[in-house]
């Protein structure tokens, strides 16, 4: 039982609870912005303030071809009559509409200064003039033929149209941003002509998917160009879905610039960067040393996007140049995809493709419908007056007899010649001049065109199939006037792969590549001698100090030095000092703990793997991959107790490892049987009563065990003589075969 209505108390306060008060108000504040603010109709891709000025410029009569008006003039109107929301989001929304790096194909065509790709703003609204485009023309036409729905304005002084007949696709052509009430829209710019091919495949088959229609539509078409890097996989889902995103880099070409020098020169930039702020920010990112392989940029633009880029170094890969610059700034963006659309012009729905296509289908359908009835009616009306002036032609005589002598003469010729009132209107109306036989000729010959016209408009009514037929006719027309050979039409985003060049460090991408020879000594003092130095007898050493280890590198390698604590440290090659010297401490280039000294180096191999063993006989198998440090701290990799020390790091070659102990004990055993880890204390290699381990390495038994003795001679022994060493992982091994070296190691 409904309550009775409680009048509202004397002193004119009602209570409203807050609650209450705050859920209506901003559902009421949420369906304005998203109904008529933020988001466009799915039908004519246009947010209601687009529409209106569209629609106010064709009440101005600004025709394609036509004079150009005062932007103040259409805005004036536009506001006056249809959008009461201020001048200069009026005019910021026209600007937007004749921007040829803004919109794909431009509404508006613009006379004056608005704006450019650099960031700056359009002249004010008294400098700047305006008129319509064929674009523009294409979505109005048949706005006059009740083509679609007209509501009261504001003020209900006038009428406007609830949505544009839309005789283009022009919501994925010209795309839209919007962000409303808890939820946004962001649909990037299309090729009108891979739309048009699409519309016209999803007519002939009306189940096709999304991911069939990809096949005409692979991705979006910027104004501005660049490059779509994206995988085609994420490109057919994000318009399944309606959500994703898209990778879009600048496009850019290397240029010789005589003796050897060369500068990366940008001719498209990204969509939605300004150009100004590109340079800005690289500049910035070249003073700050974030761009070590950058020396210089600058702005050569003129009609066209030219941003030159000078390498700090001909030696500089232009790719690797460019991906550090792809990288770090805005000339590779994200460009997101969010078709947040009013299906139907009422319902806020995220679309895929294929729903968007056939939105726009089902409009072009409707809309074909409605002028059909709309002509069919004028044609009835015409048909009606044509029958009633023949009429008269066969009597002309009396008709003039009553229109002179009668003082009704229209009530007397509707009941002497049986007329309508429209018929017997336009018989009044028709000036004397017009009552000759030729003119009874032609109205005759315009009788039998309507009818003709009449029959055709019916039979289209009536059939489904002739209807998407014409609807099919219209988009032929519209591939024709926007298609892939004409200069508006043609596709200017292409696809590319970006180039395959892993993890680089672009700091280290300068160095130009040479061969050198890194030696290192007993009391870890480290060098690059030039080239690849096979004898090093002429090597000079600090003091009693002596040769550890050298072997070949390159200039652009990464050297692994392994300490006795189980770290590993990082060097540059290209940082190393030279080999005129004694070289430097490996101390001053790496954090080693107090007490742990070098144990080896040797130059980085990705991918590569390597035997890592203790004192106390224990070790696995490691990448290289997971040794490698960022920082002087190094990499904590093999696990040693106080009393012990990191021992061996060597290359894994062959199938099994040998081990040697102190106490002369040597085990051979499958290479299978350790384990393989990033980091850790690992297993045990070989079984002690005694000390510890000398030495390891692994081997290719089907090679034979070969070892170095303290004259530099070459051991071997045959794999049928290994017998009786090969045994599985901690045994304790037997004595070694007869000539091994009394040092104990493999030399």
């Known amino acids: 039982m409904n309550k009775p209505f409680e009048p509202p108390p004397e002193d004119g306060i009602e209570t409203v609870a807050l609650r209450e008060a705050l859920e209506e108000r901003y559902l009421a504040y949420a369906l304005s912005t998203i109904m008529h603010r933020a988001l466009p109709d799915a039908r004519d891709g246009l947010k209601p303030v687009h529409r209106r000025i569209l629609h106010g410029m064709n009440l101005l009569r600004l025709n394609p071809g036509g004079p150009f008006k005062k932007s103040a003039k259409v805005v004036g109107d536009v506001m006056g009559s249809f959008h009461p929301h ?81 005789a283009f696709p022009n919501l994925l052509a010209n795309g839209s941003q919007g962000i409303a009430v808890g939820m946004a829209t962001s649909i990037p710019p299309h090729n009108a002509g891979e739309l ?73 930039i990204p969509y939605g960067v300004p150009k100004s702020r590109l340079i800005e920010k690289i500049a910035e990112l070249i003073t700050e040393k974030k761009l070590p392989l950058l020396a210089d940029v600058r702005d050569e633009s003129a009609e066209d ?45 995220v679309l895929g493709l294929a729903e968007c296509l056939r939105e726009w289908l089902d409009h072009r359908r409707d809309v074909l419908g409605r002028r059909s009835r709309h002509r069919l009616a004028a044609i009835e009306r015409r048909l009606e007056i044509l029958i009633g002036l023949l009429i008269v032609y066969l009597d002309l005589d009396r008709v003039i007899k009553i229109i002179r002598e009668k003082d009704e003469p229209k009530a007397e010729l509707m009941r002497v010649f049986k007329l309508t009132e429209l018929q017997a209107n336009a018989i009044l109306d028709t000036r004397l001049r017009s009552l000759r036989r030729l003119e009874e000729m032609e109205l005759k010959r315009e009788r039998g065109e309507l009818e ?37 039409g043609r596709r200017r985003t292409t696809f ?15 160095v130009e590549r040479e061969p050198v020879t890194v030696i290192v000594s007993d009391k870890g003092w480290i060098r690059a001698m030039k080239g690849h130095v096979a004898d090093l007898s002429k090597v000079e050493f600090k003091g009693d100090d002596r040769l550890k280890t050298s072997f070949f590198a390159e200039t652009t390698s990464k050297i692994l030095v392994m300490a006795t604590n189980g770290k590993f440290y990082t060097l540059d090659a290209a940082k ?33 793997k390597l035997l890592l063993a203790a004192s106390d ?56 049987q350790l384990p393989e880890m990033t980091r850790g204390k690992g297993v045990r290699l070989q079984r002690y009563k005694d000390g510890g381990m000398a030495d390891a390495k692994t081997f290719a038994l089907a090679d034979g065990l070969t070892w170095k003795d303290t004259s530099g001679r070459t051991w071997t022994v045959a794999p049928a003589d290994l017998a009786e060493w090969v045994g599985n992982r901690a045994e304790a091994g037997r004595l070694p075969p007869k000539g091994f070296p009394k040092s104990n190691t493999f030399g």
């Open 452 to 488: 003709a016209e009449k029959s055709k408009l019916e039979a289209l009514l009536g059939s489904e199939a002739k209807q998407w037929k014409m609807v099919a006719w219209e988009i032929r027309d519209i591939h024709k006037a926007y298609g892939p050979e004409t200069a508006l």
């Open 305 to 349: 996007v030219r941003v030159v880029f000078e390498p700090r170094s001909r030696s500089v890969d232009p790719v690797v140049m460019m991906e550090s610059l792809f990288r770090l700034t805005e000339l590779e963006v994200r460009i997101s995809l969010n078709v947040n659309v009013l299906a139907g012009g009422k319902v806020p729905k």
């Open 86 to 166: 201020g001048d200069q989001a009026i005019y910021d929304a026209l600007v937007r509409l004749a921007q040829d790096f803004a919109s794909r194909y431009p509404l508006v065509d613009g006379q004056g200064n608005f704006g450019n790709i650099d960031g700056d703003a359009a002249a004010a609204q008294r400098y700047t003039e305006t008129r319509l485009t064929d674009v523009a023309r294409r979505l109005l036409a048949g706005i006059d033929e009740d083509a679609v729905d007209f509501r009261p304005n504001y003020d209900g002084s006038t009428d406007e149209p609830v949505v544009l007949p839309a």
């Open 617 to 672: 006989g224990r070790g696995f198998v490691a990448s290289a991959d997971d040794l490698v440090s960022s920082t002087r701290k190094g990499r904590n990799v093999l696990g040693v107790d106080a009393q012990e020390r990191a021992l061996v790091a060597v290359p894994v070659v062959g199938d099994h490892v040998v081990t040697i102990g102190q106490n002369r004990k040597l085990l051979v055993f499958p290479l299978s």
């Open 496 to 510: 590319e792969h970006p180039p395959e060049i892993g993890e680089v460090d672009f700091a280290e991408a300068i």
């Open 576 to 608: 190393l000092p030279g080999g005129r010297g004694f070289g430097d401490p490996i101390r001053l280039s790496a954090d080693l703990d107090e007490g742990a000294d070098v144990v080896t180096a040797f130059s980085y191999r990705p991918g590569s």
């Open 196 to 268: 048009c091919q699409a519309a016209l495949y999803l007519i002939d088959h009306p189940a096709a998917t999304s991911e069939q229609l990809v096949g005409f539509v692979p991705g979006p078409d910027f104004p501005t160009g660049g490059i779509l890097v994206d995988q085609r996989d994420a490109v057919v889902e994000a318009y399944r879905t309606g959500r994703g995103s898209f990778r879009v880099r600048a496009r850019w070409n290397r240029e010789d610039t005589g003796r050897g020098t060369w500068a990366a020169v940008v001719t498209e």
